[in-house]
């Protein structure tokens, strides 16, 4: 296991569109975290699971957002109808039993056209 | 209101000397704790080291030390002997609560 994977890297959509990105975190972390990330900004949480139980989501997350980890793996991410300030880069990071392990993956770069 | 301040926007350093990234917190919470991570120009966040709020010591890690005064809510980076791949942003975070908050970020670079 090499690290945090994301799938994928860059995504171009239109407005209006679904889109849903995947999130491979390291094999033994039951930690999974959502980011999004715009140009000059941190990173802002969206959301957090811990093993498949999503534990805390962010209150600017609107409703449009929905994130799932069904076996307590893989995450995804979902966006419905996207709008062009959706526009980020969307960043996955895992943890074991200490938060000081968190380790991100390479993110995917979203464009809404 | 839980919030991560960084107040330089960019810093320079010479090469081999040592420089500070500063950072403060604003938390109620009793129970927290503090990271920095790089990112380099190629995007990927790199963990580089974390300080609870219940240690009493200063954490290091190699070159990067965390200055941690809890009285006063900063959480300062040392990294001593800059080298010219420190060239990136830094982010400083607080974890509280199952949630991470993130600072604007440092642009760091060093001079050869």
């Known amino acids: 296991d090499t690290g945090v994977s994301q799938d994928p890297r860059h995504k171009i959509t239109k407005r209006g569109q679904n889109v849903t990105f995947r999130c491979d975190p390291i094999s033994e972390h039951n930690r999974l975290y959502w980011y999004r990330q715009t140009l000059g900004q941190g990173p802002e949480f969206l959301t957090y699971?811990?093993?498949?139980?999503?534990?805390?989501k962010s209150r600017l997350l609107s409703d449009r957002f929905s994130a799932e980890r069904p076996k307590g793996s893989f995450s995804t991410l979902e966006i419905q109808r996207t709008e062009q300030g959706d526009s980020a880069m969307y960043l996955c990071a895992s943890s074991g039993l200490a938060h000081n392990e968190q380790f991100f993956g390479p993110g995917t770069r979203l464009t809404v056209l | 209101a839980q919030k991560i301040t960084q107040t330089q926007p960019g810093m320079f350093v010479q090469e081999k000397e040592a420089v500070t990234l500063d950072c403060t917190y604003d938390?109620?919470?009793?129970?927290?704790?503090l990271f920095w991570y790089k990112q380099p120009s190629s995007g990927e966040m790199i963990f580089l080291i974390y300080q609870g709020s219940y240690d009493q010591q200063n954490a290091t890690e190699g070159r990067y030390s965390l200055n941690f005064q809890k009285a006063r809510k900063s959480a300062n980076l040392v990294i001593s002997a800059s080298q010219l791949g420190d060239s990136a942003m830094y982010f400083c975070a607080m974890l509280t609560g199952n949630q991470f908050y993130f600072g604007t970020g440092t642009s760091l670079t060093v001079i050869p």
């Open positions: 699971f811990q093993n498949e139980a999503q534990l805390e």
């Open positions: 938390t109620s919470d009793p129970s927290y704790g």
